[in-house]
């Protein structure tokens, strides 16, 4: 979807708006959109990254359980 395009298009509707006002607002809404956008990947990376983090925790627990156990038994 293109947000720029529909918020000129809005924007376009009321002939009472300057031309300088539209492209002035279509850039704040634009530049709003990308920062929410930007602001959501990062916190959907930094869910992830923890999720990677703990399970890479985990198997490597649980590969030196398995080693000390195999080589307590040798």
Do not use: H
Not at 16 to 39: C, G, H, I, P, W
Request: hydrophobic share 35%; proline share 0%; net charge negative.
């Amino acid at each position: 979807m293109d947000t720029k395009k529909t918020f000129s298009e809005l924007l376009e509707s009321d002939n009472s708006l300057t031309e300088e006002f539209r492209n002035v607002a279509t850039k704040m809404f634009q530049e709003a959109v990308e920062s929410r956008v930007e602001s959501r990947v990062s916190e959907q990376v930094g869910i992830i990254r923890e999720c990677v983090v703990q399970q890479s925790a985990e198997i490597i627990e649980e590969t030196v359980n398995a080693l000390v156990e195999e080589r307590c038994k040798a």
